[in-house]
Each structure stands twice: as C-alpha cells, then as structure tokens.
C-alpha cells in the first residue's frame, strides 16, 4: 500500500508540473488581453503535433523537438493574436467568441493534416528510478526536469528581463502599465504569443508519455481552466500550489478509487475550496 500511495504521489506531481505549464500560459493570456482563451487546449494540441512532426519525421532530437514546437505555436500565436484578435482587445466578449473560432480552425486543420487517429511517439529516455519506494520510467522523470526548467526560465524571464517586467506590469494593471512607458501594442501579442508558447511545451512534454491525436486539447484545458480558478485568478504562486494538489488528488484517486470517481472528487474539492474561499487558494478577493 505505501508503495502504491509513494507511486501514485510521484505521478501526480509530474502530471502537476505539466498542469501548471497550462495553466501559467492560460493566466498569461487572460492577465494581459482579460479573455478566457478557448483555443488555448489547440495550441497545446500544436505543440504536441509540432513536437511529433520534428522528431518522428524530421529525426530532430527531444529537446530541440520541444523548443522548435515553442518557437512555431509562438510565432503561430503572434500571427493569431495581430489578424484575428487584435480588434477585439478592448471587447473581451467577442475576444473570447474569437477564440473558439480559432479553436475549432486549428483543430480541423489538424484532422485534415493527420486524420483522426492517435499518432505514437518514442519514448525519449529508456531505463527506470527508484525514488524511495515509487520506480518512476525514465521518460516520466525527463519530463519532470524539462518542466521544472521551463518554469524556472520563466522566471527567470519576468524577474530579470525589461520586457518580462512589463509583461508582469501589464498582467497586475494595463492602463497603469501604458501609464509608465509600456507599450500596449507589443504587450498584447508577446502575453498571448509566450502564453501559448507555453502550453505548446506541455503538449509537447505530454506527447513521448501519451499518443497524440487532433482531440488531445480539451482535457489540458479544463485542467488548466480548473487550476486558474482554485489557485486564484491571476496568481502563479496560486496557480503552482493548485496545480501540484490537482495533480496529486487525481493520481491518488485514480490508483485507490477509479478514473470516473477520481473526477468527481476533483471537481467535489474545487467546488469546497470555492466555498471557503471564493477567491482561490492565494487570489485576493475584488480580483
């Protein structure tokens, strides 16, 4: 029993680490365009694609596979976000209704592209660990690492960097952020470029640990849509502790319950933490 509950912990805090890549993404976006980006699972979806595409087909290793599929729903996105979504920056409504047009493109772009079945990638580390009692596959702990590192330089990025200061500057307050010298126009694209370029990264991080299919993109997004609420509306610290306990509560349900009870539970602790508090584990109420 302490074997399995040590092996499903494992598990659900690498499945956490991908959630929050989602998820920070996903707060990114509505931070600084203040819309809920429906498409935000496709381009998860594309980053897994584009990841698949660059190893399987072009013989690319994993982790330049992983960059060149952020650089590519990046750049996809910035496109998205200066043809499509541009005139809708101050109409978060049509924003949003937007988005799901972008949504169901992308996905039917992919059936087009691939068909419906689900494409198999390699694994990208052969081997196991020993992490105390859990025996963790080699590919699971890779992903686990590359997350951790994705994130830190994330931080990294917003903490050190000029433009990641604006970003962040943008996300807590626009109008005083274009009150100090920041340039809305540029914000707007780089928010919403970075912020799927990160959930790019989790499909990608996702794809060697599960098949990839055109219809991969809706679960990452509730997930990450389900953290974003729990961990508070706007906060990374929020969205980390929301993400790890999502991940966790699924796989411990998953092992000692079913996956069918495991969903109902989480959505039972949201809908509990909600009632606590309204505001999310670390969001401030008004936000």
Sequence with gaps: ????????????????????????????????????????????????????????????????????????????????????????????????????????????????????????MPQVAEGVFRLGTAIVPASRLYVAVCSVFVLACLYLFLTHTRQGKALRASVQDMEIAMAQGVRAKFMYPLGFSIGVGLAAIAGALMAPLFSVSPFIGSTPLLKAFIVVILGGLGSVPGAALASLLLGVTESLASSFISNSLAEILIFALVMAILVVRPAGLLGKAGV
């Design 1 to 120: 029993m302490s074997n399995l509950f040590a092996q499903a912990l494992v598990n659900g805090v690498i499945i956490g680490l991908l959630y929050l890549l989602m998820a920070v993404g996903f707060t990114l976006v509505f931070g600084v365009m203040r819309i809920v980006n429906f498409a935000h699972g496709q381009f998860y979806m594309v980053g897994a694609f584009a990841t698949y595409v660059l190893m399987t087909l072009w013989g690319w290793p994993f982790l330049l596979a992983v960059l060149g599929s952020f650089v590519v729903t990046s750049l996809l996105g910035w496109t998205i976000e200066w043809v499509v979504l541009k005139p809708f920056r101050h109409d978060e409504l049509n924003g949003m209704i937007a988005t799901i047009g972008v949504a169901m493109i992308l996905q039917s772009a992919a059936l087009i592209v691939f068909g419906p079945d689900s494409q198999i």
